[in-house]
């Protein structure tokens, strides 16, 4: 684990009086592994991940067996336990890696809300002398003073905005469209380094376009392609449109903003 995100977790542990720390979110298994898991950018349910560190500043990754090669290549972590997701139940496998850290009876701070909830009963019965709290405030302030790493990414990111911004600009003419611009800042992004890119009201053509550019291989992520999301204007009677263009991930914004809202109201009358 990063030696700067190893420390922010062991004084909030402190803190908060726990004994070790377990990430279940996407976001915090990436933030203790050093990486995005590619299954749970997918949001694959059925598959399990936990990153778990104790006050001593021991650390282990709960992950499936198909992943472990990714996490060799990429992880800031060492100790990766795999289990085979057809064969194995993965909170034996956590439930071995916290007795492993020495925290079997100790106090331990989960993500509750990250986790489900047949698969909690399980870890529950697998270490009933652990003391469980939950571990979300104890991320939250961790997480609040970024590492030097993270300020570097950061920075890496406002150079590359600031660059393609700039450079594409300078090629504004006149009659160009709003997305015609658009496509300059994307292809002038990924030309400075950019690890992702989000079209936002884009049509399905360009979409598609944008997928074609970014299918290309880059050295640099051994052979991965760079995702894409798209969102804004998308309906549930296009979004197969969408969806067949090879989009990787896709924002439906009418799902929360836009449900008619049930009339309901409660009388009292006397008896």
Not at 242 to 251: H, M, N, P, R
């Amino acid at each position: 684990m990063d030696p700067h995100i190893l420390a922010r977790q062991m004084a909030a542990m402190e803190r908060h009086g726990l004994d070790a720390l377990v990430a279940c979110s996407k976001e915090n298994v990436a933030y203790g592994a050093g990486y995005t898991v590619p299954s749970q950018a997918l949001n694959i349910r059925s598959r399990q991940f936990a990153v778990a560190c104790n006050r001593e500043g021991r650390a282990a990754m709960l992950l499936t067996a198909n992943e472990l090669p990714e996490a060799q290549a990429r992880s800031t972590l060492h100790d990766l336990r795999p289990y085979d997701e057809f064969a194995e139940n993965p909170m034996a496998v956590l439930a071995g890696i916290l007795k492993d850290l020495g925290v079997g009876e100790g106090k331990i701070g989960l993500e509750m809300d990250a986790i489900p909830a047949d698969r909690w009963e399980v870890l529950k019965k697998a270490l009933p002398r652990a003391a469980w709290e939950h571990g979300a405030e104890a991320f939250h302030e961790a997480r609040m003073v970024k590492t030097p790493g993270e300020l570097e990414r950061l920075r890496a990111a406002a150079r590359i905005a600031d660059a393609a911004q700039a450079e594409a600009h300078a090629q504004v003419r006149q009659g160009m469209t709003e997305q015609d611009l658009y496509r300059l800042i994307v292809d002038r992004a990924l030309a400075h380094g950019a690890e992702a890119v989000l079209l936002d009201n884009v049509s399905p053509e360009d979409v598609r376009r944008a997928v074609e550019r970014c299918s290309q291989p880059d050295a640099e992520r051994r052979g991965r392609r760079i995702p894409i999301e798209c969102s804004g204007g998308i309906r549930l009677d296009n979004v197969r449109t969408y969806a067949e263009t090879g989009v990787d991930f896709i924002s439906v914004g009418l799902l929360t903003h836009s449900p008619q809202a049930a009339d309901m109201s409660l009388r009292i009358v006397p008896a």
